[in-house]
C-alpha cells in the first residue's frame, strides 16, 4: 500500500506537466452530523485527482472526481488537504490525517445542519 502522505509530497511541478494523477480509493469508517450524532458507514469512495496547474502563492489547481462528481479542487502546497465545491453553497475538505486514514468534511451552507464528517480509512492506487 501506498502512504497518502508521501504521494502528495511527491508531486513536484513535473508532475503537472506529465498529467500526473492521484486516485484514493476509501471506505467510510465512521459518519457524523453536525451534531455530533456518529453512525458506522462502510460506504466506498474513489476521489480521483488530476492536476491541472500550480497555482499562485503555493496553491496547486486540479480537478477532484467522485462518486459521479467533477469539481475544480485547490491544495495549498505541503498540507495534506484538497477543498472544492460543488456549488456556491457547498464546500468540502479532504484532508489526509496519516498513511491510510482521511477526514472529508461537507458543509452545505443552505441546508442548517447538513454537515457532514466521515471518517476514511484510503489507499493510493496511482
Keep these: 500500500?501506498?502512504?497518502?502522505?508521501l504521494m502528495?509530497?511527491?508531486?513536484?511541478?513535473?508532475?503537472?506537466a506529465e498529467g500526473a494523477r492521484i486516485?484514493?480509493?476509501?471506505?467510510?469508517?465512521?459518519?457524523c452530523d453536525a451534531a455530533g450524532s456518529c453512525d458506522v458507514a462502510t460506504d466506498p469512495h474513489r476521489f480521483t485527482?488530476?492536476?491541472?496547474?500550480?497555482g499562485t502563492?503555493?496553491?496547486?489547481?486540479y480537478e477532484v472526481s467522485y462518486d459521479e462528481v467533477t469539481a475544480k479542487a485547490e491544495a495549498?502546497?505541503?498540507?495534506?488537504?484538497?477543498?472544492?465545491?460543488?456549488?456556491?453553497?457547498?464546500?468540502?475538505?479532504l484532508l489526509l490525517n496519516d498513511d491510510t486514514h482521511a477526514?472529508?468534511?461537507?458543509?452545505?451552507?443552505?441546508?442548517?445542519?447538513?454537515?457532514?464528517i466521515a471518517f476514511l480509512r484510503?489507499?493510493?492506487l496511482q
Design 23 to 31: 486516485v484514493f480509493d476509501c471506505r467510510t469508517l465512521t459518519r
Design 76 to 93: 495549498p502546497a505541503g498540507l495534506r488537504q484538497f477543498s472544492w465545491s460543488e456549488g456556491e453553497a457547498d464546500r468540502q475538505t
Design 103 to 116: 477526514t472529508w468534511h461537507r458543509l452545505r451552507e443552505n441546508d442548517a445542519g447538513n454537515t457532514e
Design 8 to 16: 502528495i509530497a511527491a508531486l513536484p511541478a513535473p508532475a503537472f
Design 49 to 54: 485527482f488530476a492536476p491541472l496547474a500550480r
Design 122 to 124: 484510503c489507499e493510493v
Design 57 to 61: 502563492d503555493e496553491i496547486d489547481l
Design 1 to 5: 500500500m501506498k502512504s497518502l502522505i
